[in-house]
């Protein structure tokens, strides 16, 4: 499960791991960059194609992959049909222009309506499901 996408431009995508023993969960973190870096323990910065990432992580023993980033990944995994859930923040500031949420050139895809949750400050995030 790909899922809650927020706009920003360091993009982390988190895959939930059981433990050898079973008793708790772990994660590893794949950081979605533009610039090399080394790896920092469970940690692995990522440069390639991020289809190919979350390909490779749905294909291997596990629980969810949390995806946190902005517009041009949720696109790209849109188009390539890999997320099941979406939460779509709303910050209360309005900037005048920017990039769309949702561009054309991907499938229509149909969400069921799950939740919303409203903070203090304004933000209101909504949570869908795929139809499938």
């Not at 772990?26 to 533009?34: A, H, K, M």
């Not at 903070?119 to 795929?130: H, N």
């Amino acid at each position: 499960m790909v899922s809650k996408c927020l706009i920003h431009w360091l993009i982390h995508i988190f895959k939930v791991c059981s433990n050898p023993n079973g008793s708790s969960l772990s994660t590893r973190n794949f950081p979605y960059t533009r610039t090399e870096r080394p790896d920092n323990g469970r940690i692995k910065f990522y440069t390639g194609n991020i289809k190919d990432l979350v390909t490779q992580l749905k294909s291997e023993a596990g629980k969810d992959i949390y995806c946190d980033g902005g517009a041009e990944v949720v696109n790209e995994l849109l188009k390539c049909d890999l997320i099941n859930e979406l939460t779509i923040s709303v910050v209360p500031i309005l900037l005048g222009n920017g990039t769309r949420l949702f561009k054309e050139g991907r499938p229509e895809q149909l969400l069921e309506f799950i939740s919303a949750k409203t903070f203090d400050t304004g933000l209101v995030q909504v949570y869908y499901k795929r139809k499938k």
